[in-house]
């Protein structure tokens, strides 16, 4: 018969092989547990990139909608300045009265036009198809072949970019 000494020993052993077992188990649990945290950390880490880069993407192209939405009204009110324009042309001594309010309307646009970077164009004098748009051509004695004869429509620019090409006649 067996001592209970040798009985404890005997339990001991098999409890010590069951924890062997247990505990490589539990090894391999570990690693496993490590490389899903691994892989998920490397998940967050691109998603977190993907959505900042979709943050600045958006604010860019809002950004850029704003400027093109800008843009485009401001273009439409070139048209008003140019009916301005004509207007005040014909201002005379016996309406130069109604003229003062058109006067003060014309340059409160021109001054809303200043305030968001637009500008007139200024160089008349050589065709350069960047700013003009030739509609006619036109034998001139005053003038090279090449050169700005007439200005039809005048020409704008915001912050460096063309708004409108002048529209222009240009010497043959």
Do not use: C
């Amino acid at each position: 018969m067996k001592s209970n000494n040798q009985n404890d020993l005997q339990g001991q052993d098999e409890q010590e092989v069951v924890t062997g077992v247990e505990q490589v188990e539990l090894n391999d649990e570990l690693i496993i547990a490590q490389q899903e945290v691994i892989e998920w950390k490397d998940k967050y880490t691109r998603v977190f990139a993907d959505f900042e880069n979709y943050k600045k993407r958006m604010n860019r192209e809002q950004i850029q909608w704003m400027q093109t939405a800008q843009t485009m009204v401001i273009k439409d009110l070139l048209t008003v300045v140019d009916n301005f324009e004509r207007a005040l042309s014909q201002k005379t001594e016996e309406n130069a009265a109604v003229y003062v309010g058109i006067e003060m309307i014309y340059k409160s646009v021109v001054q809303l036009l200043t305030k968001y970077g637009v500008k007139e164009f200024t160089e008349y004098k050589e065709f350069d198809p960047e700013f003009h748009e030739a509609l006619m051509h036109k034998e001139s004695p005053d003038h090279e072949s090449g050169q700005v004869v007439e200005v039809l429509e005048k020409g704008f620019m915001i912050k460096d970019k063309v708004l409108r090409p002048a529209k222009v006649t240009v010497a043959q």
